[in-house]
């Protein structure tokens, strides 16, 4: 068997493996930062000497206007399937850095975990499967699949320049599937597949009055305020009951099966979980459905920021002359962000009054995606995950927009596995983020066993067609006729 020399390899080298994951984390690669360029510079240099110790060929750092792309493949199994493995090894400010029990960039094991910024989001979870890589290149020099490897360092930052590189390098990237871990599972012993993410879409709507701040007491009652002109538009873009207001807007969403949420409540965080990690007492939104449908099957609009107006100490009688507002929508699986847009710019034109004047700018956008259950590729990862942590996976649904995996379907036309390795108390994002060390151990068993497994598919092929059909099969059982 081809994962028994590998498997004892990961067992046996667990310290090592350890060791390394701490030196990845010590790098404060936090790329929203300028004073951290460095960093992440000096970051990429450590993964990409890494990636060319255990025996990837053709590594290479590659440049971008930002932050570089750590790339390395191995293509020594002709007529095998390619796997293309993508991770990010930025990691976001630790601030708020008095609430840290130990130092967030000296990583450190206390119980089964291992503290950092970036233990688990995403350099703890993408590490698995580099270790994966070496088990198997150490062992039989050779892997069970062809290998590409992409690890951005612009995440965090809405990986602003994975499009000109994944575009830009289409044929050189052309593969069957896409392989990553930067999501959540269940609990310790309940593996999950990310098989749905929503799109996203951000902008920002300026609103203009008189050409300076007026005098409220002179001018008040007399001039339209564009803070207020802005509040009232904004106040309008929902409903009595949650749905978003602009027309249109649901044309696309169509209703999923009874069957679909009936699965989603067996296997999906209940309203009850969803307020306890929000710490809010009550929920919010569109009538009839759960939190965690709100979340995943339904879209969202968000007012992410308002600006304008006097914000410091005590009083300041003025109209501003301008205000600012950052809204973000989540899109569901059938919305095109592009139509969301065009819908939302002239919904905007209609309401805005005529005695100010408006601008919308787009700032962001991501396709949703969404991964046919039946792909032989998740098949699997169900079969892997089952050997790494003796369990069936469940399949979940994320709120939110990872965007490699919306690129990695528009530009290649691939689809992604996407197994995340994050428990629900791992705190990624927050002081104290952990990795738990059991499940990195799972998770490199977890890999070795899907690299396997789709070495053993020697008929997948990236068919976009064989993909659109399939996906239509599940969605004519998924939909309600
Ligand atoms: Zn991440």
Avoid at 30 to 58: E, F, M, T, Y
Avoid at 91 to 120: I, K, M, N, Q
Avoid at 169 to 192: E, G, I, K, T
Wanted: net charge positive; proline share 8%; charged share 25%.
């Amino acid at each position: 068997m081809i994962t028994s020399r590998a498997l004892e390899y990961a067992q046996s080298h667990r310290p090592s493996f350890l060791a390394q994951l701490k030196d990845l984390v010590r790098f404060p690669s936090v790329s929203s930062q300028p004073k951290h360029a460095q960093d992440i510079k000096r970051c990429a240099a450590w993964l990409a000497n890494h990636l060319r110790k255990i025996g990837l060929d053709s590594v290479r750092i590659v440049p971008t206007p930002r932050h570089p792309v750590v790339y390395g493949e191995w293509k020594r199994a002709p007529g095998r399937p390619t796997v293309l493995i993508y991770g990010h090894y930025d990691v976001l400010p630790a601030d708020p850095l008095r609430e840290w029990h130990s130092p967030p960039f000296e990583p450190t094991v206390r119980g089964e975990d291992l503290y950092g910024r970036g233990a688990c989001d995403d350099k703890g979870q993408f590490f698995t499967h580099v270790k994966a890589l070496e088990a198997y290149l150490q062992t039989e020099r050779a892997l069970p699949v062809n290998v590409k490897c992409v690890f951005e360092g612009e995440e965090e930052i809405d990986s602003p320049n994975l499009v000109p590189f994944v575009a830009g390098n289409n044929r050189a990237l052309r593969a069957n599937v896409a392989f990553m871990s930067d999501s959540q599972m269940l609990a310790p012993d309940r593996p999950a597949i990310t098989h749905a993410q929503r799109g996203a879409l951000r902008l920002e709507v300026e609103v203009r009055g008189p050409k300076q701040d007026l005098h409220s007491g002179s001018f008040g009652g007399a001039i339209h305020n564009p803070l207020q002109a802005l509040c009232e538009m904004i106040a309008s873009l929902h409903d009595k009951v949650g749905r978003v207001a602009i027309p249109g807007f649901y044309d696309r969403v169509r209703p999923w099966a009874a069957a679909e949420s009936a699965s989603m409540r067996r296997t999906g965080p209940s309203d009850a979980q969803i307020l306890h990690d929000a710490r809010a007492e009550k929920g919010w939104g569109e009538r009839g459905y759960s939190l965690y449908e709100r979340t995943t099957l339904r879209p969202a609009l968000t007012v992410n920021g308002i600006l304008g107006g006097y914000q410091g100490l005590g009083v300041k009688a003025v109209i501003p002359a301008r205000a600012l507002a950052k809204i973000s929508f989540r899109l569901a699986p059938d919305q095109d962000p592009k139509d969301i847009d065009r819908l939302f710019r002239r919904h905007i034109a209609r309401i805005m009054p005529g005695s100010v004047q408006s601008a919308v700018r787009t700032l962001s956008s991501a396709k949703p995606a969404l991964m046919n259950r039946n792909h032989p590729s998740m098949r699997a990862a169900v079969l892997a995950c089952w050997k790494g942590f003796d369990a069936v996976p469940a399949f979940l649904r994320t709120g939110g927009s990872i965007p490699a995996v919306s690129i990695f379907q528009e530009y290649l036309g691939i689809p992604t596995v996407h197994i995340g390795l994050a428990l629900p108390d791992d705190r990624i994002h927050s002081p104290n983020e952990k990795f738990h060390l059991p499940t990195f151990y799972k998770g490199i068993t977890t890999s070795i066993w899907f690299l396997a497994a789709i070495g053993a598919l020697r008929r997948l092929r990236a068919s976009p067609r064989e993909e659109v059909e399939a996906k239509a099969a599940e969605w004519s059982l998924a939909y309600d006729h």
